[in-house]
Each structure stands twice: as structure tokens, then as C-alpha cells.
């Protein structure tokens, strides 16, 4: 009876490992923002098939003290997208959905991470 516990219990251990070691993937698709560059310009950016299950902090609007946040995020891609109102996925956040409308320019964001569905 031991034998089988303790059998069990090893393959469940390695099932959590492979999954929590699985290599990082990509999400299919575009994510865009607008933002407004250091000189005052205003910038569209787009991310192709960005990195999914990582945190993106947004190079226009990394720096809360010298810049303004990014803004109107439109997720086309196959993973949900959160945004965050601050660099490293912190502050407030909120969630698109895969292949939505763009938001309001009123949504500030300065990080997002995209996640399967």
C-alpha cells in the first residue's frame, strides 16, 4: 500500500514540474498602444506574436517619473492580454479579451502579459 502512495505521489511531482518548466510561448497575433514619446511626438506602437507568460514592461512608458503612460490597447491576439498601470505587472490591471475592439484611450497601461486561454 505504502509502495503505490509513494508512487503516486512522485508522478504527481514530476506532472507539477513539467508543467511549471514548460519554455515560454508566443501569442499569436498583434498587441498595439499608443503613446507619447519623450519629445512630446505621439507613437503607435505594435507587438508581433509577443512573448506569452512574461511580464512586458513597455519601453515608451517604463519610467513613471520621466514618462507619461501608454494608452488605447488593442489586443489581436489568440491570448488574453492584462494590462497594468504600472511597470513589472503591477498596479491596477485589466483584463482584454483575444481578437477585441480597442479601448478608450482613457485605459493607461505600462506593462501587459499575455495569457492562454
Known sequence: ??????LAATCGALALTAVLASPAHAATGDFSYSAVEANGSPVHVTLHDPVGGAC???AEAADPA???PA???HNDTDEYA???TEPDCTGD????RPH?????DR??????VFLRP
Open 1 to 6: 500500500m505504502r509502495l503505490r502512495h509513494t
Open 71 to 73: 494608452f488605447a490597447p
Open 107 to 112: 485605459l493607461k497601461l505600462r506593462s501587459v
Open 66 to 68: 520621466s514618462s507619461e
Open 100 to 104: 477585441g475592439r480597442p479601448a478608450s
Open 82 to 84: 492584462m494590462v497594468f
Open 56 to 58: 512586458i514592461t513597455l
Open 93 to 96: 490591471s485589466w483584463t482584454l
